[in-house]
C-alpha cells in the first residue's frame, strides 16, 4: 500500500469540512460507553488512519489518552500543527497500518471515514485486523466502518465533482471498475493551486477504493479473533437500510492473539 494524501493532505480538512468530527466522537464515543467492559484497565484509544487528527483532537478532549497513526507524512504533519495549537497530548506515529506496532496495548481502536476501502486486498484487511488484535487488551473495542456497495456503484461510481477552495481548485474523477474483483473505484484529484496573478500550479493525486462486503468483513473479523457485537449505518447510527451509504462496525478483541508471520513487501 503506497503512501497517498501527500499534496492532498493541506487541502483534505477544506475537502471533508462537511465532517463534524466533534460530533462523530461524540457519538462513537456513547456507542464505545454502551459495549465496553467495566474492568478495562487502560484508557488508552489508538485513532487508526488517523490523517490531519481533526478526530484525535476530539476524542482527546473527552479524556482519551489519543495515539494517531497514519502512513502519511504530509497529513501527520497538518495533524501536529494541529496538536500544536489545541496542546493536547496526543502521540502521533507514522506507520503503515498492516505493521501497526505499539509500544502497549489499548482499550479502544477507532478507524474511520472508510480507511480500509483504501485496502488492496482482503489479505490487507486481514492483517490489519490481526494487528488490531495483537496489540488490543482482551474485551477491546474496534469500531471501523467502510462505504458501502450503494455508495461505490450510485454516488462515487463515475462522477466529477468540482470545489472551489479558498486558494486552490479541485477537479475530483471517479471511475468504477465494474469487471474486477471488488469493484474499485479509482479516485483522481487535479488540485489547481493558484499563483502569481493568473497563473495556477497544477498537482495530481490518485488511489483506490473497493468493495468489502459485509460477509467478507464478518469473515475475517471471526478468523482474526475479534467477536462482531452490532453493525450501525456509520452516519446516523440507526440500523443499516439499502440506502447506508458507510457501516460502521463493533467487535471485541480477543487481545494478544499472535498474528501469523507475514512478510510485507517494501513500497
Known amino acids: 500500500m503506497t503512501a497517498a494524501y501527500g499534496?492532498?493532505?493541506?487541502?483534505?480538512?477544506?475537502?471533508?469540512?462537511?465532517?463534524?468530527?466533534?460530533?462523530?466522537?461524540?457519538?462513537?464515543?456513547?456507542?464505545?460507553?454502551?459495549?465496553?467492559?467495566?474492568?478495562?484497565?487502560?484508557h488508552i484509544l489508538l485513532d487508526l488512519?488517523?490523517?490531519?487528527?481533526?478526530?484525535?483532537?476530539?476524542f482527546a478532549r473527552r479524556g482519551w489518552d489519543v495515539i494517531g497513526v497514519d502512513c502519511s507524512e504530509e497529513m501527520l504533519s497538518e495533524a501536529l500543527d494541529k496538536k500544536y495549537d489545541s496542546g493536547l497530548p496526543i502521540q502521533y506515529l507514522r506507520q503503515d497500518m498492516r505493521r501497526l506496532d505499539l509500544y502497549g496495548t489499548i482499550a479502544v481502536t477507532v478507524c474511520a471515514l472508510d480507511s480500509l476501502n483504501h485496502l488492496q486486498s482482503s489479505g490487507d484487511v486481514r492483517r490489519v485486523m490481526e494487528r488490531v488484535n495483537l496489540f488490543s487488551e482482551a474485551g477491546a473495542l474496534f469500531l471501523f466502518d467502510?462505504?458501502?456497495?450503494?455508495?461505490?456503484?450510485?454516488?462515487?461510481?463515475?462522477?466529477?465533482?468540482?470545489?472551489?477552495?479558498?486558494?486552490?481548485v479541485c477537479v475530483w474523477q471517479n471511475h468504477l471498475r465494474e469487471n474486477e474483483p471488488e469493484c474499485p473505484v479509482t479516485i483522481r484529484l487535479d488540485f489547481f493551486a493558484h499563483t502569481e496573478g493568473r497563473h495556477y500550479v497544477r498537482e495530481t493525486e490518485e488511489f483506490t477504493?473497493?468493495?468489502?462486503?459485509?460477509?467478507?468483513?464478518?469473515?475475517l473479523l471471526a478468523e482474526t479473533g475479534f467477536t462482531l457485537l452490532e453493525v450501525l449505518d456509520g452516519d446516523s447510527y440507526d440500523t443499516p437500510t439499502n440506502l447506508t451509504q458507510r457501516l460502521l462496525y463493533i467487535a471485541r478483541a480477543a487481545g494478544g492473539q499472535k498474528p501469523p508471520a507475514t512478510v510485507l513487501p517494501d513500497e
Open 7 to 42: 499534496f492532498f493532505a493541506q487541502y483534505y480538512d477544506a475537502l471533508t469540512k462537511n465532517v463534524c468530527y466533534p460530533e462523530r466522537a461524540e457519538a462513537l464515543n456513547r456507542l464505545i460507553e454502551k459495549w465496553m467492559r467495566p474492568d478495562m484497565p487502560e
Open 49 to 58: 488512519a488517523c490523517g490531519t487528527g481533526s478526530l484525535s483532537e476530539a
Open 146 to 168: 467502510l462505504n458501502t456497495e450503494y455508495k461505490h456503484r450510485q454516488l462515487l461510481a463515475d462522477q466529477c465533482f468540482v470545489y472551489e477552495l479558498p486558494d486552490a
Open 209 to 219: 477504493e473497493r468493495i468489502w462486503q459485509p460477509e467478507t468483513v464478518r469473515r
